[in-house]
């Protein structure tokens, strides 16, 4: 059983940024797939970014260039730097680990799912 608790949510203004971690228990983290995704009110979960266990990754087209999805193997970490914050990335974000070490958009792939954290952009 894989825990996973992400941190790093808040209030912030349009244009800002903010910093979400994702941290996991285990001993296997280093071979998991991890990927940040996020619900909106009223709309279904979607992929924000993904990285395979060989640290490849993958961008939903509405972040890239402004997200950076990152993990640090040694501390069984994920982080989301997220940068021009829009009004639109306000949701509650999630962090999800895929056993199989791919990265991949597809949120039934993914074995071990967080509680989420909530981030709100004021315009």
């Known amino acids: 059983q894989v825990q996973l608790v992400e941190s790093g949510g808040g209030l912030v203004q349009a244009g800002g940024s903010l910093r979400l971690s994702c941290a996991a228990s285990g001993r296997a983290f280093s071979s998991y797939g991890m990927g940040w995704f996020r619900q909106a009110p009223g709309k279904v979960r979607e992929f924000v970014a993904g990285i395979s266990s060989g640290g490849s990754t993958n961008y939903a087209d509405s972040v890239k260039g402004r997200f950076t999805i990152s993990r640090d193997n040694a501390k069984n970490t994920v982080d989301l730097q997220m940068n021009n914050l829009k009004s639109e990335d306000t949701a509650i974000y999630y962090c999800?680990?895929?056993?199989?070490?791919?990265?991949?958009?597809?949120?039934?792939?993914?074995?071990?799912w967080g509680l989420g954290t909530p981030v709100t952009v004021s315009s």
């Open positions: 999800a680990a895929e056993t199989a070490g791919f990265v991949t958009r597809v949120a039934v792939a993914y074995d071990y």
